[in-house]
């Protein structure tokens, strides 16, 4: 059972004690302040110094470390990067002192191991390089064993029952394929060391451990199947990714006026506006001359910090935009994707801005999502998924392709259940991101290249190269091998799959996670198949087209080239036996399935009690996110909205008296209809908070498991929580605007 973590508030009788004037006067107040606020300035001036002077200067780089390591450390780390080798441990201390010695000379006073625990967030915990103060003065002293590892208080992480909360001693641990960097703040400088972070038992606490044994996954099968196809220089199958981020900004004077906003991180109350994104007018508009200095600032503190962020751009909800990075490995892309929402989070403040990550923050436009770009490439810098101009000729592309679509088919529910949260349910299966059925959309040209492998016919081919625009005075403008499908959750897009479906909020570590280690199980599975043909004297291209046509004859049902909002579509999938989890407690079941469990143990990226832990982390933390939406409904229902519409019942109800006092005869027929509505409406908010009041009682007095317990939230308290909101908005649209208390989307979305 997940107990709430917030008493519950008695509202009655609250009404009486609430001034609500006062609460449109604040609206008005933070309205004029929003009006004058003005652009702030970037730190850095571009016309002065370039970016290729900023980049990556608080970052220990490799760069850096060639310059500042002996030459044998160094080609030691390099292996250890490159080629998966082990660090000695007593290089350790040749790379603190290093590492020491250039974050002291940049301003750096302490250190901390940053890791990511299974909260979603970051972790760190501030020691000083200092370690004496006697008669010779300060001394500052970073070792090995520092760098190494460190023993924070595991006691208040989530485990998922790994350990009982009186265990408390857990371990973080170096990952030197991930490069230390300094995080700025307005007082001093702190070098961040990313690490894992584990229990004393050795289980996995954090979302960086599964990430790292999955690339190892991916390697040693990607590998093993590049030798099986003849390509004998390849040492290493890496993972990349490129995570676009979409975000929203308000003022943050709206902000502090939004309990919700700032507790729940989305408005929980809001009628939606008279112009919301309907004339498509946000979408690649002119960026407004305040949002883009906050967006130049936010840039030059992520190229220090060496992340390669490259667009911006306004997304097609009002007040929302979008930023994306060239290409990394998985797990640095993972890293620097957690940097860049603090930096974010903290430079929206320097500009009056809050900066809202949520999946959903306001109801009737659309929500953000994070869209992952995965690939595969060699140690030789090739892209694995890279077509070329003939890709019914490039047998190593048409074999990778078919694993990834195999992995998909195969293990669709757990791709799903990797971006099952209680905030992106609000957005999966809208207008606006894909839908919880797990499909793979590969274009007109590719899919004429995996039909003709099926049927055995021909390859059409592509004819037509260039984009006819009839206009004759245009360069000649080249057509991509086929159009993108914006309704796909898992669309390839060129040269990558695009996993549309994952949360703004969300770290990419677990969908990578997940996604590396079904990609290994695919590449093993087609290394078998042609090993066993190979064994078996034939040709290895025999082999090849024969196992290739077999695995997509057997897979193909998970390619969807169409509408993927269509209701067509989701009968058609039906039809086909996808899977179709429509929520958070639907999906989750999913983790702790026994394949599931023979998936992650094959591969040693999560043991089973590691697996039951976070199913349990994560059926939590629904519960939690539902409850305190609950409770914050309450609280704003019982002690902003209801008491404004009471003020507002009252002025209407004398207006009515005084008028028919004044003048006798007069029909006040719709006057008085108009109060009645408001009256009813009023009567509907205070049952429903009663209801919902009731239920999230119920709720906290369960005795049922975990995922008894969500499953109540999902059906219970959710529709509860929404029945409020109904009303509430409606009274919203009645109500005088100078009693609302509560910034409106009309206000939030425009006024920045």
């Known amino acids: ?49 370039s970016v290729t002077e900023v980049f990556g200067t608080n970052v220990f780089s490799r760069q850096t470390m060639r310059t500042l390591l002996p030459r044998t450390v160094y080609k030691a780390l390099v292996r250890c990067l490159d080629q998966g080798e082990s660090l000695e441990p007593h290089l350790a201390d040749v790379v603190a002192n290093a590492m020491k010695d250039w974050a002291i000379a940049r301003g750096a006073t302490h250190f901390t191991h940053w890791f990511h625990p299974m909260t979603g967030l970051t972790a760190e915990k501030h020691d000083s390089f200092l370690v004496s103060s006697g008669e010779e003065g300060a001394i500052l002293e970073f070792s090995g064993k520092n760098l190494i590892q460190g023993e924070p208080d595991a006691s208040s992480f989530p485990s998922g029952g790994i350990r009982s909360t009186f265990e408390a001693r857990g371990y973080t641990g170096w990952d030197p394929t991930s490069p230390a960097f300094i995080m700025e703040s307005i007082n001093g400088k702190t070098l961040c060391i990313p690490t894992v972070f584990c229990a004393y038992s050795g289980h996995a606490l954090d979302k960086k451990t599964p990430l790292l044994r999955s690339i190892d996954a991916v390697n040693k099968q990607g590998t093993r199947l590049l030798k099986n196809l003849g390509n004998k220089t390849a040492k290493r199958v890496i993972c990349t990714v490129g995570p676009e981020q979409e975000y929203f900004l308000i003022d943050e004077s709206f902000y502090h006026l939004r309990p919700d906003l700032i507790n729940c991180g989305r408005a929980l109350f809001g009628a939606k506006p008279p112009k919301g994104q309907e004339m498509e007018d946000h979408y690649w508009g002119s960026i407004r001359e305040r949002v883009l200095s906050f967006m130049m600032d936010t840039e030059s503190e992520l190229y220090k910090l060496g992340v390669p962020v490259k667009t911006r751009h306004n997304e097609v909800a009002p007040a929302q935009f979008e930023v994306a990075p060239v290409f990394e490995s998985s797990n640095i892309a993972t890293d620097h994707n957690m940097v860049l929402m603090e930096v974010f989070k903290k430079t929206a403040q320097k500009h009056g801005f809050r900066c809202l990550f949520h999946e959903k ?7 953000s999502g994070k869209h992952n770009n995965w690939s595969l490439a060699d140690d030789e810098g090739n892209n694995l998924l890279e077509p070329g101009s003939t890709p019914t000729e490039n047998k190593q592309f048409i074999v990778f392709l078919t694993a990834v679509i195999r992995a998909v088919n195969k293990y669709g529910a757990l791709l799903r259940a990797s971006i099952a949260t209680a905030a992106n349910d609000h957005r999966l299966g809208a207008n606006e991101a894909p839908p919880a059925i797990m499909s793979i959309y590969l274009g007109d040209r590719l899919s004429a290249v995996v039909d003709s492998i099926i049927t055995g016919k021909a390859d059409p081919g592509n004819s037509l190269k260039t984009l006819q625009t009839g206009v004759s005075n245009l360069p000649e403008l080249f057509r991509d091998d086929s159009d993108r499908n914006r309704t796909s959750p898992f669309a390839f897009t060129g040269n990558k799959f695009e996993f549309r479906a994952v949360g703004s909020s969300q770290s990419i570590g677990w969908p990578n996670t997940i996604l590396n280690t079904m990609a290994a199980e695919s590449l093993d599975y087609l290394s078998t198949q042609i090993e066993a043909g190979v064994k078996a004297g034939k040709d290895l291209n025999t082999v090849v087209t024969e196992v290739v046509k077999t695995t997509l004859t057997e897979n193909q049902r998970v390619l969807f080239n169409g509408d993927n909002y269509s209701r067509d579509w989701h009968e058609e999938a039906a039809r086909r036996g996808l899977p179709n989890l429509r929520n958070t407690v639907e999906a989750l079941p999913v983790l702790v399935a026994p394949e599931t469990q023979e998936l992650f143990e094959k591969y040693r990226v999560l043991s089973k009690d590691e697996l039951h832990s976070r199913s349990n982390v994560m059926l939590e933390g629904y519960c939690k996110t539902i409850n305190i939406e609950a409770l914050m409904t309450i609280q704003i229902g019982a002690t902003m909205i209801l008491p404004a519409a009471l003020e507002y019942q009252s002025k209407l109800a004398n207006t009515i008296v005084q008028t028919k006092n004044a003048v006798s005869g007069l029909d006040l027929g719709p006057q008085e209809k108009y109060l009645r509505e408001v009256v009813e409406r009023t009567n509907k908010l205070k049952t429903s908070l009663e209801q919902l009041d009731a239920i999230s009682r119920e709720a906290d007095d369960s005795d049922s498991d975990v995922l008894h317990h969500a499953s109540f939230y999902q059906s219970k308290v959710i529709p509860a929580i929404t029945a409020v909101r109904t009303v509430a908005d409606e009274l919203e649209t009645m109500v005088d605007d100078s009693l609302w208390p509560l910034p409106k989307f009309r206000e939030m979305l425009y006024i920045y």
Do not use: C, L, W
């Open 361 to 367: 923050p306001f109801s009737g436009v659309n929500g």
């Open 1 to 49: 059972m997940v107990q709430a973590t917030t008493t519950h508030t008695n509202h009655r009788g609250s009404a009486s004690q609430h001034n609500s004037a006062s609460g449109g006067m604040n609206r008005q107040r933070a309205i004029q302040t929003v009006q004058g606020r003005e652009p702030v300035k970037s730190s850095i001036d571009y016309t002065k110094t």
